[in-house]
């Protein structure tokens, strides 16, 4: 992805996910906040696991194409 250091959005709001909380967050456009939510969700998927672990929904067409 070409990222080189998180945005701040990502530094605040990872390892809250990570440690399993919720988050709820605003943050201008393209300031990473894509990467905020989908970072956590890859890292807790068990691949060993055949099954769905994870479910991303989003409210219209245009940002389901953006994530």
Do not use: H
Not at 18 to 41: C, E, F, H, Q, V
Not at 42 to 63: H, N, S
């Amino acid at each position: 992805m070409g990222w080189e250091k998180p945005f701040p959005i990502q530094e605040e709001s990872i390892p809250i996910a990570l440690s399993g909380r919720d988050i709820l967050a605003r943050a201008k456009n393209g300031t990473g906040k894509s990467g905020a939510y989908l970072i956590p969700l890859l890292e807790r998927i068990d691949l060993k696991r055949d099954c769905i672990q994870a479910m991303v929904i989003v409210p219209t067409r245009e940002l389901a194409l953006q994530v």
